[in-house]
């Protein structure tokens, strides 16, 4: 990857603006693995257009079934895997987004729900980032990618993934001695390396990791943009070469 040339929120944001039509609203996604920064890249891309084009970012994690209905299911342990979404609901509403206003669910990382207090309506923005999972093509089901104009896919190494995972995961663990309302207070119990180890072993090499194997990589091949990240965050352009 280190051939690839270093590019930055603002030169990915131009590529953007490039494909967009005057007048229309442009949906582009951004999809990768857990942990690899995808929201913080939707936010630097959209600010970085902020001035030149009305942006509104999205993330795809707020249209996961509430945790209710997962633990229903039986899909507590499968969050973030294509079942766990509302595939329906999520394409209605990138439909209905390029016709005028429309209600968007969001996720709560606090309390790792969707939060129907924190629902917010968005009205024809110029550009419509959707961040997250839950973009990949399942089996021959391509809905998701086919309600997007544009996908930009963010690869890591496993090894960096794993460690910016973990990272976060401390990170929200020692975050939660001052909210008792935090999902991550029920972590509290463990000691520091307890709760590494819990994260390690019970959730990215358990859950996350394989879903990225099994399913988040398979949206790589269909990138219109594919960025590669290197351990101290910096971006490479992989596709398209220039």
């Not at 209600?103 to 917010?120: F, K, T």
């Not at 009205?123 to 961040?131: Q, S």
């Amino acid at each position: 990857m280190t051939a690839s040339p270093v590019i930055t929120p603002r030169e990915i944001g131009a590529l953007l603006a490039a494909r967009r039509d005057a007048g229309e609203v442009m949906i582009a996604g951004l999809t990768g693995s857990v942990a690899v920064g995808k929201s913080t890249l939707a936010a630097g891309i959209a600010e970085s257009l902020g001035t030149a084009l009305r942006v509104d970012v999205i993330s795809t994690d707020g249209f996961l079934l509430p945790n209710a209905e997962l633990d229903a299911r039986g899909l507590s342990m499968r969050k973030g895997f294509p079942e766990s979404y509302d595939l329906d609901r999520l394409c209605r509403t990138l439909d209905a987004a390029r016709l005028g206003p429309v209600r968007v669910p969001v996720y709560s990382h606090v309390h790792y729900d969707v939060d129907a207090a924190l629902e917010r309506t968005i009205d024809r923005p110029d550009l419509l980032l959707v961040e997250g999972l839950g973009l990949a093509p399942v089996g021959e089901d391509h809905r998701a990618l086919q309600s997007l104009d544009a996908l930009l896919y963010l690869d890591a190494t496993e090894e960096d993934l794993e460690h910016w995972f973990l990272e976060r995961f401390m990170a929200l663990w020692s975050a939660a001695a001052e909210d008792p309302t935090s999902f991550y207070a029920r972590f509290r119990d463990l000691g520091e390396m307890e709760a590494r180890g819990f994260a390690r072993t019970a959730v990215w090499r358990t859950i996350n990791l394989p879903n990225l194997q099994e399913h988040i990589v398979r949206a790589r091949p269909h990138a219109d943009i594919l960025l590669w990240k290197e351990r101290d965050h910096q971006l490479r352009l992989v596709r398209p070469q220039v």
